[in-house]
């Protein structure tokens, strides 16, 4: 979070002209939902970076040759790596 006290004049006018804005706008329970919704989201994001690290781990594992020399394509990410593996070489592990 940026601290008001390090932004130009015009930047906290500015902040200060939206929250006056917002608070105008949006009720308090659309506020209140909006932060169940982020921390639900927040949540499953959290789980579902859990899941791909298990599951790369897995592969990993398995098959660590092929996870080595997918792992050296730039672009590639860690979870299409371990696809692409399980895909492969195990139709148990996929």
């Known amino acids: 979070m940026i601290r008001l ?13 939206i929250k006056d804005i917002l608070d105008i ?3 308090h329970s ?15 994001t959290d789980k579902i ?3 791909e690290r298990k599951i790369f781990n897995y592969a990993y594992v398995n098959n660590k ?3 080595v020399i997918l792992m050296a394509v ?6 299409c790596v371990a696809t692409r593996t399980a895909e492969t070489y195990s139709s148990k592990d996929f």
């Open 49 to 51: 970076e859990t899941l």
């Open 65 to 67: 040759f092929d996870i």
């Open 25 to 27: 706008e949006i009720s």
């Open 30 to 44: 659309a506020i209140v939902r909006l932060q169940v919704y982020l921390n639900l989201k927040k949540n499953r």
């Open 5 to 17: 006290s390090r932004v130009s004049s015009n930047v906290h006018r500015k902040s200060i002209q």
């Open 74 to 79: 730039s672009g590639i990410e860690e979870i």
